[in-house]
Structures are given as structure tokens and as C-alpha cells.
């Protein structure tokens, strides 16, 4: 069964200074999706990152990206010059792409406040 | 271009009413997916349409749930004989093909149920 665990339920950042967010998957799949979407106290699910797990690179977008390191089963989220606006929940998600469904499985999440 | 809408946005039912969930997709994509956010399971799978079909409904928590997918389109999430468990918020998400490859899921704004 797949599995995804994010360990650190709050984080706490400076303004500015560079943040890691924390996922550990488990999948016997050998072809897998790993997702990080940020959810705002809005309640919004914003999609953030996407990674393949046959990608050779780290995926970037912007000041996200995704520490990758498939002999581990991590897929980190770096966030860069972290912003006011980034506090968040973020979840780490995983989906299996050899399957009949796309369904994504889900961390618990991580709570990030930027303090100013 | 729009994103995916879903109404209402809040509902307050009593237990034992049925209710019914509308989630309108992005134009053109074929998947769509329904998940349950509650404080106690964090985000869980519900259902899955390719279509019109449902080829996973594998996180449907009991038969008072169902959902159906008309036109390819609008998707409606039905809880008969509501419980005070039923109580979370309902996300609607859809992608451009399903599973494989790096589709990714977009989500709706999502509908906060309260049954008492």
C-alpha cells in the first residue's frame, strides 16, 4: 500500500530565509507521481511542484523545489526567500501511474508560519 | 481561464437529510476526482470518473454515499441519511487525462458540510 508521512506537523521560518518541508513516501510501484500543494487558511488547494519518479532533475518552479531522492523515498519541499504570503499548510501527495486511477494519497501535513 | 467551482460552498444539514454536492470541472478535462478533508483522517480519496464512468469508487465510506458525472462535465456527490460524521470539507479536483504521466489535479474551493 502506498504510504506518505510528513513528520513535522509545524514549522516556523524567518522572512526571507530558505525553509525544507519534510516527506517520506512508501510505494512498491515502480512509476509514481509526487505532488506538494500548499492550502491557505482559505481552504483552497493550490498545486505547487510535481515530480516523476523516473525524472533525472529536481523539479523547480519559481522559488519551490523538490529535493528528490529516490533510494530514500524523500521528496522534500524547499521553499526559497520565503514571503509573508507562504504561510500555509502544505501537504506532500503521491499518486501511482501504473494504476487504473490517479488518485493521490496524502500526507497529514505541515503547518508553515513566516515570521516577519 | 476558470477553475473548478463548486457549490454550495457551505451546507448545514440536519442528520438524516440527504444532501448533494455539485462540482463543475475545468473545461476539457476528463478526470475528475472527489476527496473528504476532516480534522481527524486529513484528506482521503473518495471517487474517481474517467467520463462518465467511475472506474475506482474504492473511498466511498459507506453506501449512503454515490456520485455521477453527466456529459463528461458537472459532477454531483450525494450523502443519503446524513451523519454527524459526514461532517468535513468535500474537494472536488479534476485533470486533463487521469492517470499517468504528470497529469495534475486542480481543486476546487471545496464544500464545508455540517451536519448537527
Known amino acids: 500500500a502506498q504510504k506518505i508521512t510528513q513528520t513535522q506537523p509545524g514549522m516556523f521560518v524567518q522572512e526571507k530565509e530558505a525553509v525544507t518541508l519534510d516527506c517520506t513516501y512508501d510505494t512498491s510501484d515502480p512509476s509514481y507521481g509526487l505532488f506538494w500543494y500548499k492550502q491557505p487558511s482559505s481552504g483552497e488547494m493550490i498545486f505547487l511542484i510535481y515530480?516523476?519518479?523516473?525524472?533525472?532533475q529536481n523539479a523547480t518552479e519559481g522559488r519551490y523545489s523538490l529535493n528528490f531522492q529516490k533510494a530514500r523515498k524523500s521528496a522534500n519541499l524547499v521553499i526559497s526567500a520565503s514571503q509573508l504570503g507562504d504561510s500555509a499548510m502544505y501537504f506532500c501527495a503521491m499518486s501511482s501511474q501504473g494504476s487504473n486511477t490517479g488518485k493521490l494519497i496524502f500526507g497529514q501535513g505541515t503547518t508553515l508560519q513566516v515570521k516577519p | 481561464g476558470a477553475g473548478v467551482s463548486q457549490s454550495p460552498s457551505n451546507k448545514v444539514t440536519e442528520k438524516g437529510k440527504d444532501v448533494e454536492l455539485r462540482c463543475d470541472p475545468i473545461?476539457?478535462?476528463?478526470?475528475l476526482y472527489w476527496y473528504r478533508q476532516s480534522l481527524g483522517q486529513g484528506l482521503e480519496f473518495l471517487i474517481y470518473?474517467?467520463?462518465?464512468?467511475?472506474?475506482?469508487k474504492s473511498g466511498l465510506p459507506s453506501d449512503r454515499f454515490s456520485a455521477e458525472r453527466t456529459g463528461g462535465s458537472v459532477s454531483t456527490l450525494t450523502i443519503q441519511r446524513t451523519q454527524q460524521e459526514d461532517s468535513a470539507v468535500y474537494l472536488c479536483?479534476?485533470?486533463?487525462?487521469?492517470?499517468?504521466?504528470?497529469?495534475?489535479?486542480?481543486f476546487g474551493p471545496g464544500t464545508r458540510l455540517t451536519v448537527l
Open positions: 470518473f474517467q467520463g462518465n464512468s467511475a472506474p475506482d
Open positions: 479536483a479534476s485533470s486533463l487525462v487521469g492517470p499517468g504521466g504528470t497529469d495534475t489535479q486542480y
Open positions: 473545461s476539457g478535462h476528463t478526470a
Open positions: 515530480q516523476g519518479s523516473y525524472d533525472q
